[in-house]
């Protein structure tokens, strides 16, 4: 059977089309100072997505399947320059794309405003927006025009028409969770707020396609945009619940009709000897895993903590028996496992496989393939992308401007290069002064790993900062095993020690060490999860083994029993 290439989060950003102005090379480049304060990048997004598919082409696939936020944020520019570029790949090379839309594709139903900060060629910048009432308070230039708007799901849904969304001729069979119908109008269900008192019709974009014998597709729309209580204007931003944090939580509550359909079409697909292939935008498992309670101990209720799933989401999904879930979102390359009440996939098991994106480290996809009662998946690390320098000069003109730091970013030889020190900017500038305790935060910056070895009376005198076990720690939290190979095994059996030691001993709840100990103890939790590289997922059993032979510990990092 057909291999598929699974792809997540591309945000796509047409940077040679500044919207209300026109056409040019470089004209929409986003700025620098945007670029560190957001977990994902920008322009370099013009380079990765063309060469993602170019390594697509190269290794013979024809299907992908789009894992949601193909869009940088949904404007009606934007979208209509990422479809012409997947119009441009199924002509030219016979892709067949299949997607499922993110929470930045689209917004309810009649969308909202965007607004950017482009450069300019002397490092200042325009703020281009669909917002008059933001464009007010712009201290420099301004463009308004609707190009800019993210368009809810009738505007997003059209445009995206030939991702899957409706039916087409060459498709084997179609449905969604409301029948044959494809037609928008017959597609939508009521919503209601909190208390009952505001009630919408929304559009839900899901749909199954069997695009080649045998293999059926289920992309779930798992954005859930609920009406705020006494909400009266549809048409308000401020009148839904963002779906960013939601996810399947509110799916399970809001959406059921989804859950009785996942398991009519898993039902069906096993009786029809189908090979199901499920995915949406959102993980509906919870990836921190073990981990989930240091994380709270630790930071606090992070991003991570608001958007995973509990413990009643996971085993509402498993139990439609769709066994293995494909998602995104999160920008991290991740296997998770839920093995409830029964034995195997079938019977209330579930395995989420999270595809990382390529404007986050680590770049790369899936690859996925049906192979004798198991699931075949390979990670691709996509590190070169061609191009990936194109903003590098407008970067450097920023900075003259403005005295800014990250410099060494307009000098990264590689997107992989790029994206890594983009995480290492994000992991001091971002994560410690939000996220960290205030102490704990200005240790970070001035500790040696030495020093900490001597606390824990370990041997280890490395002059090695404390800032870049932060880093790794970072890159072992988005990559896993993609992170092992871009990290000096010297560090990380230095790490390995470290977290040995502290674990060794009993510290004072409160105090520093039992923290750093609670921090390292999460490192080795990344280091030692289940297989997120090159495995197979049995079919049966719902085994996940790495395809160099060892299966996924019992006391794995995302090992779960319902």
Not at 152 to 171: C, D, I, S, V
């Amino acid at each position: 059977m057909q291999p598929v290439a699974v792809i997540a989060d591309p945000h796509y950003h047409d940077v040679n089309h500044r919207p209300g102005v026109g056409r040019g090379e470089g004209v929409a480049l986003r700025t620098l100072a945007d670029t560190v304060e957001s977990t994902r990048v920008f322009n370099e997004s013009f380079a990765a997505l063309p060469a993602l598919l170019d390594d697509i082409v190269a290794r013979g696939i024809r299907l992908v399947a789009v894992l949601g936020d193909l869009t940088d944020d949904g404007q009606a520019a934007t979208m209509r320059a990422a479809v012409a570029l997947l119009d441009r790949y199924r002509e030219r090379h016979g892709l067949r794309f299949f997607a499922t839309p993110g929470n930045h594709d689209l917004y309810a139903i009649h969308g909202r405003h965007q607004g950017k900060r482009f450069l300019d060629p002397d490092g200042g910048h325009t703020l281009v927006t669909s917002d008059p009432a933001a464009a007010k308070g712009a201290s420099r230039g301004r463009v308004v025009t609707p190009e800019m708007y993210c368009g809810g799901y009738e505007a997003a849904l059209t445009a995206m028409a030939g991702l899957g969304f409706f039916r087409r001729p060459e498709h084997l069979h179609w449905e969604s969770p409301f029948g044959r119908d494809d037609a928008l109008a017959a597609r939508s269900f009521a919503i209601r707020s909190p208390d009952g008192s505001t009630v919408r019709r929304m559009i839900d974009a899901s749909y199954l396609v069997e695009p080649v014998p045998g293999l059926w597709l289920l992309s779930i729309d798992a954005n859930v945009f609920e009406p705020r209580d006494g909400a009266a204007d549809p048409a308000a931003e401020a009148s839904y619940v963002d779906s960013t944090d939601a996810g399947w939580n509110a799916v399970v509550r809001l959406k059921p009709f989804l859950l009785d359909w996942m398991a009519d079409v898993a039902a069906r697909a096993r009786a029809g000897g189908r090979r199901l292939l499920a995915f949406s935008h959102y993980p509906c498992l919870d990836l921190l895993g073990p981990a989930h309670a240091d994380e709270v101990a630790l930071f606090g209720e992070t991003g991570l903590v608001r958007r995973a799933p509990t413990a009643a989401t996971a085993g509402a999904v498993a139990a439609t028996g769709i066994g293995v879930h494909f998602s995104g979102h999160l920008h991290v390359n991740e296997t998770a496992l839920w093995r409830g009440g029964g034995s195997g996939l079938v019977n209330g098991g579930l395995v989420n496989v999270a595809v990382p994106s390529t404007v986050a480290f680590p770049p790369g996809y899936k690859i996925v393939a049906f192979e004798d009662g198991a699931l075949d998946v390979r990670t691709v690390l996509l590190d070169r992308a061609p191009g990936h320098d194109l903003a590098f000069a407008a970067y450097r003109a920023e900075l003259a401007r403005t005295g800014g730091g990250h410099a060494s970013l307009a000098a990264a030889e590689s997107l992989g290069a790029f994206l890594g020190r983009h995480l290492a900017a994000l992991a001091a500038d971002r994560y410690l002064p939000r996220e960290w305790p205030g102490e704990m935060a200005a240790r970070a910056r001035c500790l040696c790993l030495g020093e900490l070895a001597r606390v824990a009376g370990a041997a280890d005198v490395t002059p090695l900062p404390f800032l870049t076990l932060v880093e790794d720690w970072y890159r072992l939290r988005k990559g896993r095993e993609l992170a092992l190979a871009v990290i000096p095994g010297d560090r990380l059996g230095r790490y390995r020690a470290l977290a040995a030691a502290f674990a060794a001993r009993r510290w004072p709840e409160g105090g520093t060490e039992a923290w750093v100990a609670g921090f390292l103890r999460m490192l080795v939790s990344y280091m030692d999860g289940a297989p997120s590289g090159d495995f197979r997922v049995d079919l049966g059993t719902g085994e996940v083994t790495a395809r160099g032979g060892h299966a996924c510990p019992e006391g794995g990092a995302v090992v779960f029993t319902g």
